[in-house]
């Protein structure tokens, strides 16, 4: 009985390193901080989205209120600013899960869109590049953050 206690105390102490661990991991900008369009050759693992060229997103909002809220979308959902500006038009943010703690990259480019709404106001093009710094398969954690922050950003038009 008594070393039940102890393998499962050892289990637990090893996953409370392990999640400390994981959200203690650096992400250097030099490294994360990247053009999603300049992304070559295309990432095969199912840990990423890249939506750049006839793939990008769109916001329906013009650049300044779209980044604006996109910022905001993105500081509320915890995800931390680590180099760009959003209101400069490029900005990389990391993002964690929440019980471990694995980091993600989100690379964002903002274009004017040539794609104007249908009353004639400017709407604005993202490109995005968003990844898990460990592991193959995400179960598509990276492309629901990201499409939850543009519903989020796209709300109220």
């Known amino acids: 009985m008594k070393w039940i206690i ?3 105390g ?9 999640a ?9 900008p030099e490294r994360w901080h990247v053009e999603p369009a300049d992304i070559e050759p295309r990432p095969s693992a199912p840990n990423n989205i890249l939506m750049v060229g006839p793939n990008a997103l769109r ?3 013009e650049m300044e209120e779209a980044a604006r809220r ?8 915890g995800a931390q600013l680590i180099q760009g500006d959003l209101a400069q038009g490029h900005a990389t943010y990391v993002a964690r899960t929440p019980v471990m703690g694995f980091p993600d990259a989100i690379s964002i480019r903002l274009h004017p869109s040539d794609r104007p709404r249908l009353d004639g106001s400017p ?3 993202i490109e995005v590049f968003s990844r898990s710094r460990f592991g193959y398969s995400d179960l598509g954690a990276n492309q629901r953050r990201f499409m939850g922050w543009l519903d989020a950003v796209n709300r109220d038009r």
């Open 6 to 8: 102890v393998v499962g």
């Open 10 to 18: 050892l289990g637990v102490g090893l996953f409370a390193v392990l």
């Open 20 to 28: 400390l661990g994981l959200r203690l991991v650096p992400m250097p």
């Open 59 to 61: 916001a329906e909002w």
């Open 70 to 77: 996109l910022d905001d979308v993105a500081r509320a959902s």
């Open 123 to 125: 709407t604005t093009r």
